[in-house]
């Protein structure tokens, strides 16, 4: 039995010191090297164009209205791509191992305890790829979080079960004065009208439960908490002047689905009109319809409360009477 073993292992040696040997090792480097070159180019191919448009952002929302939601956006499209790169590299390793060392014949193929190259480069290099990736992820993070001691536009936002009121404050904390209010009812969408090319601090807080602030064109979602807990964020601009649906992002009550508001990004002369025609106790849709807006909301609609006295008092009898 120890002699069949020996031959075998003698048989497998002088099989892989064959003159062929050298040339299949010279024939397997090339298909790695071949492999490395494409997955190269596969990856030029993609920064050289524009990957998040034809693969619909990987699915990340686009459209993003803010030079904060560009870094995220672009943070978010080089992941992608650096994971598939990775992904095309490791599926090219495994398929080629199994072409490469398919089983021929009966044959034992040559006994290799180890690979110092091989172990090192799956340690070190999925060590790399996270680092680097942890480092650009907090740098834009680093920068989406960053805060100004002077914005240009300062609002309070006010959530509650299930409506929103969104006020113009003079300044920054609780401390400062209201300028002026929007207040969404049951029958009414609040609009948050919000100029372009300025800085803009939010200042959240809640009535109740905890709500989330979610605008998808700002590519932000931040919760707003109940109690002394005021969440701050700030946008260094809004680049793009429309009507945008926002919504409440966080599961609050019964009526959280309809928990909606409207982001109206105007021009700042004619946000300057807006505030001024607030001040001068002009309703929010007569403020809107001075500046050449619609009064209402655009991009959603109240929902139905179905709150008539047929809900409450069917019978038309005196409530409390019935025994």
Same mark, same amino acid.
């Given at each position: 039995?120890? #002699?069949?073993? /020996?031959?075998?292992r +003698?048989? $497998?040696v002088?099989?892989?010191? /064959?003159?062929?040997?050298?040339?299949?090792?010279? @024939? =397997?480097?090339?298909r790695?090297a071949?492999? =490395?070159?494409g997955? $190269?180019?596969?990856?030029v191919?993609?920064?050289?164009? &524009?990957?998040?448009?034809?693969?619909?952002? %990987?699915?990340?929302p686009?459209?993003?209205?803010?030079?904060?939601?560009?870094?995220?956006? *672009?943070?978010?499209?080089?992941?992608c791509?650096?994971?598939?790169?990775?992904?095309? %590299?490791?599926w090219?390793?495994?398929?080629? !191992?199994?072409?490469?060392y398919?089983?021929r014949?009966?044959a034992?193929?040559?006994?290799?305890?180890y690979?110092?190259?091989?172990? %090192?480069l799956?340690?070190?290099?999925?060590?790399?790829v996270?680092?680097?990736?942890?480092y650009?992820?907090?740098i834009?993070?680093?920068?989406?979080?960053?805060?100004?001691?002077?914005? *240009?536009?300062?609002?309070?936002?006010?959530?509650?079960?299930?409506?929103?009121q969104f006020?113009?404050?003079?300044?920054?904390? @609780?401390?400062?004065?209201?300028?002026a209010?929007?207040?969404g009812? /049951?029958e009414?969408?609040?609009?948050?009208?919000?100029?372009?090319g300025?800085?803009?601090?939010f200042?959240?807080?809640?009535r *109740?439960?905890?709500? +989330?602030f979610?605008?998808?064109?700002?590519?932000?979602?931040?919760?707003?908490?109940?109690?002394?807990?005021?969440?701050?964020?700030?946008?260094?601009?809004? &680049?793009?002047?429309?009507?945008?649906?926002? @919504? !409440? #992002?966080?599961? !609050? =009550?019964?009526?959280?689905a309809?928990?909606?508001?409207?982001?109206?990004?105007?021009?700042? *002369?004619k946000?300057?009109? %807006?505030?001024?025609?607030?001040k001068? =106790?002009?309703?929010?849709q007569?403020?809107?319809q001075?500046?050449?807006?619609?009064?209402?909301?655009?991009?959603?609609?109240p929902?139905d409360?179905r709150?008539?006295?047929?809900?409450?008092?069917?019978?038309?009898?005196?409530?409390?009477?019935r025994?």
């Open positions: 039995m120890v #002699a069949r073993s /020996s031959e075998v +003698s048989s $497998a002088r099989h892989s010191a /064959s003159p062929g040997a050298g040339g299949h090792r010279r @024939r =397997g480097a090339g790695l071949g492999l =490395g070159l997955g $190269a180019a596969l990856l191919l993609l920064t050289g164009c &524009d990957v998040g448009k034809t693969f619909a952002g %990987f699915g990340w686009q459209g993003g209205i803010t030079p904060e939601s560009h870094r995220m956006y *672009d943070l978010w499209i080089a992941s791509i650096a994971a598939l790169a990775v992904g095309v %590299f490791v090219g390793l495994i398929f080629w !191992c199994v072409i490469r398919r089983k014949g009966n034992l193929p040559v006994q290799t305890r690979n110092m190259p091989m172990e %090192f799956y340690t070190i290099a999925p060590i790399l996270v680092s680097v990736l942890f650009y992820t907090a834009v993070q680093t920068d989406v979080d960053k805060t100004s001691k002077n914005p *240009d536009v300062t609002v309070e936002v006010v959530a509650f079960k299930w409506n929103w006020t113009y404050r003079d300044g920054q904390g @609780r401390d400062a004065n209201t300028v209010s929007v207040l009812t /049951s009414v969408i609040p609009v948050l009208v919000l100029p372009t300025k800085s803009i601090r200042e959240e807080q809640s *109740d439960v905890v709500h +989330s979610w605008v998808p064109e700002l590519l932000f979602k931040r919760d707003v908490f109940p109690g002394n807990v005021r969440n701050v964020f700030e946008v260094s601009s809004l &680049d793009q002047e429309g009507a945008y649906v926002g @919504r !409440c #992002a966080e599961l !609050c =009550g019964t009526y959280h309809f928990m909606n508001f409207e982001l109206r990004v105007v021009s700042p *002369d946000y300057e009109q %807006f505030l001024a025609a607030k001068a =106790g002009k309703s929010t007569e403020a809107l001075a500046i050449g807006q619609k009064p209402y909301a655009e991009t959603t609609e929902f409360t709150r008539d006295k047929n809900n409450f008092n069917p019978s038309g009898e005196t409530a409390g009477t025994r």
